[in-house]
Structure formats: structure tokens, C-alpha cells
């Protein structure tokens, strides 16, 4: 079992709640409520994408994949 992440920390004691760099995972923020880590998370914002694991990466590849199989038959479909 892994331990616990580990709270936000300020100069002056634990943060407020808010969004805050996921201790484990870089490029992702993660919702501190003041007491703990929600499992709510979002991706940073300028990133180029998810990382393989996180469920939206899957989201995006195949979005984006549907996306080119659709231009190229609708090309080919108005070059005919």
C-alpha cells in the first residue's frame, strides 16, 4: 500500500484549499480541501497532453485519432 501524499505546506502551516502541483505526478494539478488530496485532479494548462496512465489520455488519443480517420474518407469522399 503506498503512504499518503503529502499536504501543501506554507510558510505559516498547511494551505488553504485550492489547486496544487500533484505531489506525485508532474503536470498535473490536484484539489487540496484544506484536510486532504481529492481524487480530482486536472491537467496543467500550456501541457501537451495527459500521461499514459491518467483516463483522459485514452480520451485524447482516440479523439484525435476518430478526428484524422474522419477528414481523410471526407477527403476522399469530395476528391471523387
Same mark, same amino acid.
Given at each position: 500500500?503506498?503512504? #499518503?501524499?503529502?499536504? #501543501? ?9 485550492? %489547486?496544487?502541483?500533484? #505531489? ?6 490536484? %484539489? %487540496? ?21 491518467? #483516463? ?22 469530395? %476528391?471523387?
Amino acid at each position: 500500500m503506498s503512504e #499518503p501524499l503529502a499536504p #501543501p505546506l506554507t510558510d505559516d502551516g498547511l494551505a488553504e484549499e485550492g %489547486w496544487y502541483p500533484d #505531489p506525485e505526478t508532474p503536470g498535473i494539478l490536484r %484539489w %487540496w480541501d484544506g484536510g486532504s488530496w481529492s481524487e480530482t485532479d486536472s491537467k496543467v494548462d500550456g501541457d501537451d497532453g495527459y500521461p499514459a496512465w491518467h #483516463p483522459e489520455f485514452h480520451r485524447q488519443f482516440i479523439r484525435s485519432a476518430l478526428e484524422t480517420v474522419f477528414v481523410k474518407v471526407a477527403a476522399r469522399t469530395w %476528391w471523387r
